[in-house]
């Protein structure tokens, strides 16, 4: 599967509500939504300017729904799937947050923090409309045609 437009990767993203894989306070299940959110506000605030690793931060979870089990199959599945829309920047730390053995560069040790905060945090990350234009910023970039001249 391979994400062609924003509204495909929100319908997917909201589809993640009530998914409750994630661990978060005392080991119960989480909502996968929700601690995407609480990622990616941990992300805005520790990168503001860093717009496609915040993005990386609610855009995590889309693997989990349609293939659904071992995290670093849906890992993959997710990075295929955002990586023509979005680009390898967003793509490469979704990938390599699942795959602990692969050496950690800065993006992916911010990921993985602002991860693991959102599991026991206890805040209101807004709604992932909030994030429509964040989650256009990559998407519009790639999109436009090469400058001639």
């Known amino acids: 599967m391979e994400l062609r437009a924003v509204e495909e990767l929100m319908d997917l993203l909201y589809a993640c509500r009530g998914?409750?894989?994630?661990?978060?306070?005392?080991?119960?299940p989480a909502d996968a939504h929700d601690h995407a959110l609480r990622t990616a506000a941990l992300l805005r605030h520790g990168r503001p300017a860093d717009k496609e690793l915040?993005?990386?931060?609610?855009?995590?979870?889309?693997?989990?729904?349609?293939?659904?089990?071992?995290?670093?199959?849906?890992?993959?599945?997710?990075?295929?799937?955002?990586?023509?829309?979005?680009?390898?920047?967003?793509?490469?730390?979704?990938?390599?947050?699942a795959r602990y053995g692969l050496p950690a560069d800065d993006d992916l040790l911010a990921l993985r923090a602002a991860d693991e905060e959102a599991r026991t945090a206890c805040f209101d990350a807004g709604v992932l409309e909030d994030r429509r234009t964040?989650?256009?910023?990559?998407?519009?970039?790639?999109?436009?045609?090469?400058?001639?001249?």
Not at 19 to 28: I, K, M, P, Q, Y
Not at 75 to 85: K, P
Not at 138 to 148: G, Y
């Open 19 to 28: 998914a409750r894989d994630v661990r978060g306070r005392g080991g119960a």
């Open 54 to 97: 915040r993005v990386a931060g609610p855009v995590r979870p889309v693997g989990r729904l349609p293939w659904p089990g071992e995290p670093t199959m849906g890992a993959d599945h997710a990075a295929d799937a955002i990586r023509a829309l979005l680009g390898e920047r967003v793509a490469g730390p979704v990938l390599r947050h």
């Open 134 to 149: 964040v989650l256009e910023l990559p998407a519009t970039r790639d999109s436009r045609p090469a400058m001639v001249g």
